[in-house]
């Protein structure tokens, strides 16, 4: 999971940093960022606006650091969930569909950070850069395969973009669903697509993990 905890309030140093992204986090999910003032996040915080102000200057610079904290959570879970995989095309697998289990159970979350690219080009260039590094976080895994000759020789740079792209449109799509579905029901036929793109067999494929093994997906809607 990746909601965030509240941390208790202080005045000054670290523990007053946290719990100001902890406010912000709760501010703009609710409010959005274009609609959110920093005495909104000082009220959810719980902190005053000269304690916010301490420790950042506007309310981009909290957005921009709740952006790349809340990333660090997400791939610490990612590398946490392929940590007992050996093979790399697992890893690839179990990495896709712990992005999606997350956010699956975080719709708020998703949205937020899918919302901030229309927020201004600095947000665009910290969405970029979120997206280059999931990117090469699947390009290693694809790396690996290769070098173990699971999968043939390919340019695993381009693939890397290519997978979370994939991955980034179908949650996006899910975002903008008057009646959205289960996010994690895309899970099979995303695996089987983005195996293929790169030489898996169809009988690993088929021996894979299937929808019902989705069941412990975290059934949160924010």
Known sequence: MIRRQRSQPADHGSASRETIL????QAFTQGGYR??????IAAAAEVS??????????????????MRTTADKLVGKVETAVAAESDPIRKAE??????LE????????????????GAGRGFQAE??????????????????AVAAGTIPPIDTRVTGVVWFG???????????????????????????????????????????????????FPEVRQ
């Open 166 to 216: 994939a991955l980034d449109e179908v949650v996006a799509r899910w975002l903008q669903a008057e009646r959205p579905g289960g996010l994690e029901e895309t899970y099979p036929t995303l695996r089987a697509l983005l195996l293929r793109s790169v030489g898996v067999s169809e009988d690993t494929i088929a021996a894979g993990p299937h929808a019902a093994l989705l069941a412990a």
């Open 35 to 40: 609609d959110t003032a920093i005495d909104d």
């Open 127 to 144: 969405l970029n850069s979120l997206h280059d590094r999931f990117a090469r976080l699947i390009q290693s895994y694809l790396d690996e």
């Open 22 to 25: 902890d406010g912000a986090f």
């Open 49 to 66: 606006k000269g304690g916010i102000y301490f420790h950042f200057p506007t309310k981009e610079s909290i957005f921009r650091e709740l």
């Open 94 to 99: 179990v990495a896709l569909r712990t992005v």
């Open 102 to 117: 997350v956010f699956a159970g975080h719709r708020t979350m998703a949205r937020l950070f899918f919302e901030a690219g």
